[in-house]
T-cell receptor, first 112, second 114 residues
Framework: GESVGLHLPTLSVQEGDNSIINCAYSNSASDYFIWYKQESGKGPQFIIDIRSNMDKRQGQRVTVLLNKTVKHLSLQIAATQPGDSAVYFCAENKDNFNKFYFGSGTKLNVKP | EPEVTQTPSHQVTQMGQEVILRCVPISNHLYFYWYRQILGQKVEFLVSFYNNEISEKSEIFDDQFSVERPDGSNFTLKIRSTKLEDSAMYFC????????????FGPGTRLTVL
């Protein structure tokens, strides 16, 4: 099956700094990607998505970059806040929206 | 804001017993999903459901698993004979329709099989 993995299991940043969380995917046919945030004891929360016909998408304080050449996805969080502390997952999908593959997650620690 | 709800929040059962995990998707949503997350591991897709039938299922979703939408609001996951390795968080998610990609997740049910 598809493999979606993350480069770093834990990322520690200072409050106010920018954070970059990376994700590699193996299925070059995947055409839709999502970043989720999961706080302790809660379900994944949608942050931002991107389709394969784009290489960048911006939201509120977050930007997702997609590099299809190297099958790499990143999530940039601007001015990281303590409330951003969570585990971040990327997920990929191909053809439809019925089956998603999740990465193993990166834990973001924001130090005050 | 509408949200996906799940009950119970924690279910403890003996190995070999049947369990039913319940979900109430967001009311106007048409696509439904179950995922599981073993402690410390990634979220794994189990099954997707649309128009009263399974759309996709993973290799995890074997004959011990079944899903049902018994009425207009509930979406259930049944495990017929639980195994120790079924212990995990089970998340339900829903999506509104073909023009919307975003899945909204519930808070999860923690299943503990003893």
């Amino acid at each position: 099956g598809e493999s979606v993995g993350l480069h770093l299991p834990t990322l520690s940043v200072q409050e106010g700094d920018n954070s970059i969380i990376n994700c590699a995917y193996s299925n070059s046919a995947s055409d839709y990607f999502i970043w989720y945030k999961q706080e302790s004891g809660k379900g994944p929360q949608f942050i931002i998505d991107i389709r394969s016909n784009m290489d960048k998408r911006q939201g509120q304080r977050v930007t997702v970059l997609l590099n299809k050449t190297v099958k790499h996805l990143s999530l940039q969080i601007a001015a990281t806040q303590p409330g951003d502390s969570a585990v971040y997952f990327c997920a990929e999908n191909k053809d439809n929206f019925n089956k998603f593959y999740f990465g193993s997650g990166t834990k973001l620690n924001v130090k005050p | 804001e509408p949200e996906v709800t799940q009950t119970p929040s924690h279910q403890v059962t003996q190995m070999g017993q049947e369990v039913i995990l319940r979900c109430v998707p967001i009311s106007n949503h048409l696509y439904f999903y179950w995922y599981r997350q073993i402690l410390g591991q990634k979220v794994e897709f189990l099954v997707s459901f649309y128009n009263n039938e399974i759309s996709e299922k993973s290799e995890i979703f074997d004959d011990q698993f079944s899903v049902e939408r018994p009425d207009g609001s509930n979406f259930t996951l049944k495990i017929r004979s639980t195994k120790l390795e079924d212990s995990a968080m089970y998340f339900c998610a829903s999506r509104s329709g073909p023009s919307t990609d975003t899945q909204y997740f519930g808070p999860g049910t923690r299943l503990t099989v003893l």
